[in-house]
Every structure is written in structure tokens, then in C-alpha cells.
DNA sequence: AGTGTATTTGTACATTCGTACGATATGCAA
DNA sequence: TTGCATATCGTACGAATGTACAAATACACT
């Protein structure tokens, strides 16, 4: 009996299986896209049964929304971590901001392939719009501090940070989009400093 | 006899059966999104029977390639048809340019998800993606020939007429993106106005 | 009018999907 | 140990999917 084949069972907090089998729905994400995501693909990816997702989720939208949910904390998480702000001029800070979006890390098919078609869902679950638009609403409000602190020292007007801040948001999602479409080094880096020359051209130094 | 019920069926050309199911899975497309797109919907769609999917396609991969195909063309074509690039300035091409996508045609629902749905088709479909590059490329071969017309007159460099199509082309995609995240019209003008800002800064006049 | 080919239809079938559920295992309290 | 709530598993089931296909229909041609 002691040499029992099956695989031990042990009891998890459904808190921590939750987080498993979210876990385990973004890999699918990463690897096959929102359109082709099962309950099935999840169960094999978190090696648990499929039973799990009905007993800890409603049911499969509930397990998209999360998952969307937590792509979307990851996200934000990595662009902050390594934003150290203090020792630079503003101007340095906006480009090490928006050189952090464009690191190695975040150019990887995985994390493009998340973002994307977290806008493709956002466009039939109402839920994961909200999700989306939270991640934009923080990391716009992350730039318009920069663009504030460039504002200070340079005597700008309110409304160029709005168009400022308009313009390089939209201007980076289209840049993570050409990346995925290109994976051209150049054009990504010609982007950002587009957005730097957009910078100094609406609020120019002296 | 004569009071048939069955609605008269004519017989068409495949070419126009094609067409039909393809014109009808867009409105699929436009409706329902990629990821829920199914070949029973396309039939109620185009009021013809499944069979015909099966009798003129291949498979359904093949349905969906023609369809974004055939979205791609329209997007195209509406975009060149009202485009009288030859009685203004090159800088004036340029706003005419890049205000013609985001006229109201533009920016409804329909066209804005077939728009956003591709680039996530596009992540796993390799047939998709070739047809969302070459929209790509033929877009930017359109601003790239204006470009160089301000870059004649201003005496720019080439260079700098590559940063600002790999810069502009990121916002205008950004920009379609933002419209149907917050329908937000200053942002959008914002976001047109910093692309002719960011010309007038790379490529000053005079 | 008759014949052959192409078109059209509706249905059938094997898969796969999300979800429900009974059976069993586990951990904890008494 | 016993009792009980919770967790875990595997399976079952109806619905929906893509595709195949036989039968029926329309039409061009002789």
C-alpha cells in the first residue's frame, strides 16, 4: 500500500487553486490565443482535473475575466518595478518610461500576444474592456506625471501634456503592435523617439 | 402545384456564391467578432444553406483568409477613393491624409472591430498576417509618398522621412485602438495634430 | 424532349465544447 | 476513532461545431 501509484492528492485553499488554474489559463492564452482558450487546454496546462473549473469559477467567461485580470496586474507590475525616477532630468525619465515598455522582456511573442488580443476581447466582454481600460488609465497616468514634471521645467500649458499624452499612448500601442508585425529594431526605436522629438517640439526647452 | 411554397432557387456562378458568403461572413465578422465566427452563422447570414460553405471553400480557414481578404480591399479602397492629393500643398496631403481614416465612416463599431479583431487573427493565422502587412504596407507606401513631397520641399533627409512613417503609422493604429476604447474626439484630433506636429518639428519649414 | 453537369439543399456524423454531478479522498474537529 | 465539510476526480450529457454526402433541383446543350 505503501507503494501506491497513484499521484498523492493533497488539499489545496480554493484561494490557491483559483491562482493555479488562472495561472495555467494564461499559459494557454500565451500559447494559443483567447479565440482557441478551453476548459480542457487549462486542466492539462495546470495538471488538475477539468472538474476544478466549475468548482472554483461560475463558469468559463469568469475564468477568462480573471485571468484577463491578472495578465493585466503582470503587466503593469513589470513597467513599474524597474522605474527608478528620482535621479534623472524629467526628459530622461520619459525616455527611460517609455524605453521601459520596449524591453526585451516585453517584446517576446507571449506578452504581445496577451496584449493584443486583450484587445480583441476587450471588443465582446464588457468586463475585460474595463480591464483594459484600467491598464491604459494607469499607465497614461504614469506618463502625464512625467510629462507634468517636463511641463514644470519648461513652462508648457496643460493642454499640451493632454495632446502630448494622447499621442505617445496611442503611439505606443501601435508600436508594440508593429513590433509583433515587423520585429523591426529600428522602426521600434525611430517610435520612441518620435514621441521624444513630439516632446521637445510642444514643449521645447527654452 | 403551382402554390409552391419553396422559394424559387436560381442558380448563380460560384464566383458570385463565393462572393456572397464571403460579403456574409464580414457581417459576421462585424457582428459576432473573429473568435465567435462560425460557418452556421455565415449561412443565416447570406439565407443560403451550409452545404454551399463546404461546396465552395475548402474548409473554413479558408473562408476566414478570403474574408479578411476581401475586409482588407474595403478598407483600402475607402480609404484612397476620396483622396484629390493634387490640388494642395504636401503638408495639407498630409492632414487631408491622415483625417480621411478617421472620418465617421471610419470610426464605427463595425469597421473598428474588423480592424482590431485582424491584428489578433492575425497572431495565428500566418495567411492573416500576411494580408494585415501588406494593409500595412500599402497604408504607409500612401503616407511614405507624401512624406517625400514635404521632404522636397523642406530639404529633409531620408532618415527622417522613416522616422516619421514608422511614428506616424504606430499612432494612426494607437489612434483607431483609443477611438473604440474611450470615444474620446479630442484625443483623436490630439493624436492627428501631434503626427502634423511632429513632421513640422522633424522637418521644419524653412 | 432528353441528357448530363453544376448547383443547392438538408441532414448526418464524429468531435469538441462547457458544464453538471456522483463517487471518492482528504483534513479537521470532536 | 468517528463524523463531517471540503476538495478532487473522472465521467456523462446536451449543445454546438466543421465537414461530408446523398438526394433534389436548375440549366445548358443536343
Known amino acids: 500500500m505503501t507503494e501506491n501509484t497513484r499521484k498523492p492528492r493533497t488539499f489545496r485553499s480554493s484561494q490557491d487553486r483559483r491562482a493555479e488554474i488562472i495561472e495555467a489559463a494564461l499559459r494557454c492564452l500565451q500559447e494559443v490565443g483567447y479565440a482557441r482558450l478551453t476548459a480542457r487546454k487549462i486542466a492539462e496546462h495546470s495538471h488538475i482535473s477539468l472538474g476544478h473549473i466549475t468548482y472554483h469559477f461560475k463558469d468559463m467567461n469568469e475564468v477568462l475575466v480573471e485571468t484577463y485580470r491578472y495578465a493585466s496586474r503582470i503587466l503593469l507590475d513589470a513597467t513599474f518595478q524597474d522605474l527608478s525616477r528620482s535621479s534623472k532630468t524629467p526628459i530622461e525619465q520619459l525616455k527611460a518610461f517609455l524605453g521601459t515598455g520596449f524591453s526585451p ?47 514644470e521645467e519648461r513652462r508648457g500649458r496643460a493642454a499640451d501634456v493632454t495632446l502630448l499624452a494622447d499621442t505617445i499612448m496611442a503611439t505606443l500601442d501601435g508600436l508594440w503592435l508593429d513590433w509583433e508585425r515587423r520585429h523591426d529594431d529600428g522602426a521600434m526605436r525611430n517610435g520612441l523617439d518620435g514621441c521624444v522629438r513630439l516632446v521637445n517640439a510642444v514643449m521645447p526647452a527654452e
Open 105 to 151: 522582456a516585453f517584446l517576446k511573442r507571449d506578452y504581445l500576444r496577451v496584449r493584443i488580443d486583450l484587445w480583441s476581447a476587450a471588443l465582446s466582454h464588457e468586463e475585460i474592456a474595463l480591464t483594459e481600460r484600467e491598464l491604459y488609465e494607469r499607465y497614461r497616468a504614469s506618463l502625464i506625471e512625467i510629462l507634468e514634471k517636463v511641463r
